[in-house]
Structure formats: C-alpha cells, structure tokens
C-alpha cells in the first residue's frame, strides 16, 4: 500500500506542473459536462446501487458503510 | 431484510475527485428526481424450488436545495425517501446435480428509508472548507454521520487539492420475528473512518484530469444478520471479520471535442479491502450537445475477486469460522449503460436517464457463478431549478 501511495504522490506532482490556462480561458472547462459529475443526485442514486450490489464501497465517503443486504 | 439500502448518505459531501473549478453557486437551486429500480426476477433454474421470485423494484424521491446564504457561504440540504419491495437472497444450497441453487428470503419483503443531509461551505478566494451531518433511518437500520473537508486552489485555480474526513455510527436492529429465528442479532453497532484526498488539473483549456485516493475502515457487526451459508449441508448464520480495511484509487478524465461540440468523460478506479475483495472499474462516456439539448451514452465495466470466505456453499469448515455465500462477496463482472437527455432552459434544467445493468462471468470467477447475482434496470426524472 505505501508504494501505491508513492505512486499516487508523484502522480499528483506531475500534475501540478502542468500550465496554467487564464480565467477568461475556462469557458469550455466550465462547462456541465466538463466537470467530474455532471448530474449529482443521479450519480448519488448510481454509487447507491452500486454499493447496494457490489463489495466495492463508493470511495467517496464512509456513507454506504450501511449494511445493504438485499 | 430491510437493510437494503442503508445510507449513502453522504455521497457529494466529500468529492471522489477534486473539481478544478470548484466555486461559490451564485444561485439558489432546488432540485427534485424520482427514480424509479426493477431488478430482473431471480430466474427459476437458478431456485431451490424451481420457481422463478420477483426480486426488488425501488422508487426514490430525492429533493436538494443549495442555497448561497451571504456571499461566502453556501449551504446545501438534501433529502431522500425511498420505498421498496421484493424477496432477497437467503442463502445458496447445492442442488441435485451439485449446481449451487438460490435459496430466497420467501415472503415479500416491503420497506422505506429516510435519510436528510445538511452541508455548509466557506469559500475563501483561494479555498473551500466543508462541513456536513446526515442521517439515514429504516426500521432496523440507522446510521449517522459527520464529514469535514477542504479544497485548496493553486496555480490560479488550475489545480485543486480536495481532502477530507468522515465517520459514521451505525446501529443494526433485525426485524424478524425471533420465535422464527432465534439465532440471530438483535442490536448490533458499527463504525467507520474515511480518509481521503484527491487533486484535479487543468492541462489546457479542454482537458482536465483527476486522481483520488480513498482509505476507510470499519468496525463492529459487519455480517449480514439476515443471510445463511450453507456449510456441509448444514445452513447456519453468515459471519465476516468485524473488521474490515480498503482503499481505492480513482482516475478521471473530461475531454472537450470542439468539432464535435461534446465531451469525452474516462474513468477508472482499482479497490482493493482486507477481505481479499479488489476490484476494476473502467467508466467510457461521451456528452453531445445539440444546441440546447445534451444527449450522454456512456458504458461502466466492473470486474471482482471474491471474498476469502465466500463460496456458495462450503463442503468442509474454515479455520477462521467465517463463512458467506452472499453474491456481493462472489467473483464475478457487472456491465451497464447508461443513457441521458437533458435540456437547458433559462430556469434550469430537465433530466431524464436510464441504466441497464447485467452482471455474469468475470476474470477472478473460478467455478460456477454465484446464483445471486443482479441484473437491474432504472429510470431516473428530475429538474434543477435555479432562483
């Protein structure tokens, strides 16, 4: 585990040296498709089901750490 | 049998990936979708009796409201409730031709959940700081939980460092009748913790990218106080380690196309817990624009090991006295799509979405499936409102 997060440490340095795009360049980045979760309660039903119905949890938060035994 | 859905409470609260552009909502929106979840009837040559049960249809109504209240703080309630019914999966028993067979709960189970969450933010020019509750109840389900979490911005905003906290108390009280089940729980208690931290970028003025890293952990009861396992032909209670440790690390991807006016959305995330589950998630999308309509397709492959203490049924005893047939805990692979359609008016925005799930066969599956296993189908309806 420490090496992956070795790895994930390094990745996110290389990020952050990336370019910079100015403010009045982000139209497109701003978007509704261009952000992580376009439809919020929608994906909130979907991580719902899939942690209802999968051994993967939503790695998001604790929440789903309900029992979800149907 | 009520569990079901137990919580997924916070979800929202603590980003999976930062969102490079994260800023304070200039406007009020109040937000309402209904969904409406069937899962396919559980088959009748995968039954004990060879007949085929109805398995769970579930409706959920969901209402949000983000509300900018001064000109640095936001503060978001969100509210669900959710009614459901069906028969689940008791355990698996060999049949006649050493085939594992579904041995289902029988009655028709029905059951509703509530959960209500409320989240503030501070946006400072160059962070966000979080806070939220929620709490989550069913008949023999509660759960309560707190968040905290920060977003930090730098390099004028291109890049975004989210972190955050949550735990969660939950307490498992079973319905059944205990004259018909004297074996099992009747108060029972867990915890968790989850860490988790996460940075997004934006590489040009079309391309953004994210990871994510998630550690969580969770103490107590965390057996399914309903289910059996069939151990030499005996059934006796489900029982897993009361303690569990996972991670998982997620990758993100959004690609604006200009010529095409619509955006590639690639996903990925490899889980792996203590239990000896690890999984693969790989999430291919594309979002095209026409004029003020969107249409999104977009396809989800999930692939999983088992649990050490899963089989479907176990011809001998383990060691450690933990034994599950629960097809959550089988090997096996699940893939969905996805389809979307909205529309953007002055006011907000119209939605409607659909998903078709099937799971079979997967890359870790040694053996014969468990019989288990889901395949569902859901419709998803809903508008923002902005004021």
Not at chain 2, 113 to 120: I, K
Not at chain 2, 314 to 338: I, P, V
Request: charged content about 20%; some cysteine; glycine content about 8%.
């Amino acid at each position: 585990m420490n090496i992956k997060l070795g790895a994930f440490l390094v990745c996110t340095s290389v990020l952050s040296g990336c370019s910079s795009v100015s403010a009045w360049q982000k139209g497109t980045l701003a978007r509704p498709e261009m952000t992580f979760v376009p439809d919020p309660l929608a994906q909130r039903i979907s991580d719902h089901t899939y942690f209802a119905k999968e051994a993967t949890s939503s790695g998001s938060s604790v929440s789903g750490g309900g029992c979800g035994c149907n | 049998m009520a569990l079901t859905t137990a919580a997924l409470s916070l979800p929202g609260m603590i980003p999976k990936i930062a969102q490079a552009e994260s800023s304070m909502p200039e406007k009020f929106t109040a937000s309402y979708r209904f969904t409406e979840y069937s899962e396919d009837d559980q088959a009748a040559n995968t039954t004990s009796t060879g007949e085929s049960v109805e398995r769970f249809d579930i409706s959920i109504h969901q209402f949000s409201l983000v509300a900018p209240v001064s000109s640095n703080v936001s503060v978001n309630l969100d509210a669900s409730t959710e009614t459901l019914s069906g028969a689940s999966p008791w355990y698996v028993a060999e049949g006649a031709d050493g085939k594992p067979v579904q041995v289902m709960s029988g009655a028709t189970i029905y059951e509703k959940r509530d959960d209500v969450s409320l989240s503030a933010n501070y946006f400072h020019e160059k962070a966000r700081f979080g806070l939220g509750i929620a709490r989550s109840s069913e008949n023999d389900y509660d759960s309560t939980s707190a968040s905290v979490n920060t977003s930090v911005w730098f390099n004028d905003k291109n890049t975004t460092v989210d972190a955050g906290l949550s735990f969660s108390d939950d307490s498992v009280s079973p319905t059944q009748d205990l004259s018909i089940d004297p074996g099992r729980v009747v108060d029972e208690e867990k915890d968790s913790q989850s860490f988790s931290i996460g940075v997004a970028q934006i590489v040009n003025k079309t391309l953004l990218v994210g990871v994510g890293f998630n550690y969580a952990n969770y103490d107590g009861f965390l057996s399914d106080p309903y289910k059996l396992a069939s151990v030499e032909g005996v059934a006796i209670r489900d029982s897993r380690p009361d303690s569990k440790e996972q991670y998982a690390l997620d990758f993100k991807l959004r690609q604006y196309v200009t010529k095409y006016n619509g955006a590639i959305h690639a996903d990925y995330k490899f889980f792996d817990n203590s239990w000896g589950v690890s999984s693969h998630t790989v999430g291919l999308g594309w979002y095209q624009n026409i004029n003020t309509w969107q249409l999104s397709t977009s396809l989800r492959w999930y692939d999983q090991s088992s649990a050490d203490f899963h089989r479907n049924f176990f011809t001998e005893e383990r060691a450690d006295g933990y034994y599950s047939s629960d097809y959550r805990l089988s090997a096996y692979s699940a893939l969905s799509y996805k389809l979307g359609l909205s529309k953007t008016y002055d006011f907000g925005t119209l939605r409607l979405s659909y998903e078709n799930y099937n799971s079979g066969e997967g890359t870790q599956t040694d053996g014969d499936l468990s019989p288990g296993l889901v395949d569902f189908q859901s419709v998803t309806v809903g508008f923002d409102y902005k004021f």
